[in-house]
T-cell receptor
């Protein structure tokens, strides 16, 4: 069973606010990811981490930032939210492997609406 | 980069068999995944293919042909709860082995 948790599940905020989406996993996975998904569209990788103090930008340009101070925690922050940030944000993790990423375990997602 | 193509929507009848196709173009292929995503929920892993051939897991099977850049997910004895989006994802060395996802195929199972 996957143990990866995201909070908040739903958030409605005004333009210009700073927000942090939390993601925690209890599986001891080194690799963690943030994907963005709009309705009916593919998941786009926006950030990933291979371990503590490791963060990389993904394929989709994003104004968000991430940090990885602890293995189990991978928060995503938007300094100044805009309506274009309205989307579903999915956090995922995977076990370490020498040659491939392996199965991703996803959290339930954080649905963000910026007014 | 990677290009992944799958049908947008399919419908099928309860108890029937359905095949969802996925074609991809990539360099440094390292594996293909299928995920299931119910509306409003997180994707869940279904299968992984790295070698050519068929992988069977209960009612679900996944096939891969690397030379053709082609995969399919076969769902047998369809149930209403199989109504969901099915996401094809490809892992490639050019993408740090992190899966790149297609748009998904929305499967509607009706009685």
């Amino acid at each position: 069973e996957a143990d990866i948790y995201q909070t908040p599940r739903y958030l409605v905020i005004g333009t210009g606010k700073k927000i942090t989406l939390e993601c925690s996993q209890t599986m001891g996975h080194d690799k963690m990811y943030w994907y963005q998904q709009d309705p009916g569209m593919e998941l786009h990788l926006i950030h990933y981490s291979y371990g503590v103090n490791s963060t990389e930008k993904g394929d989709l340009s994003s104004e968000s930032t991430v940090s990885r101070i602890r293995t189990e925690h991978f928060p995503l922050t938007l300094e100044s939210a805009r309506p274009s940030h309205t989307s579903q944000y999915l956090c995922a993790s995977s076990a370490p492997s020498a040659s491939y990423t392996g199965e991703l375990f996803f959290g339930e997602g954080s649905r963000l609406t910026v007014l | 980069g990677q290009n992944i193509d799958q049908p947008t929507e399919m419908t099928a009848t309860e108890g029937a068999i359905v095949q969802i196709n996925c074609t991809y173009q990539t360099s440094g292929f390292n594996g293909l995944f299928w995920y299931q995503q119910h509306a409003g929920e997180a994707p869940t892993f279904l299968s992984y293919n790295v070698l050519d051939g068929l992988e069977e897991k209960g009612r679900f099977s996944s096939f891969l042909s690397r030379s053709k850049g082609y995969s399919y997910l076969l769902l047998k004895e369809l149930q209403m709860k199989d109504s969901a989006s099915y996401l094809c994802a490809v892992s490639a060395s050019g993408g740090s082995y992190i899966p790149t996802f297609g748009r998904g195929t929305s499967l509607i199972v009706h009685p």
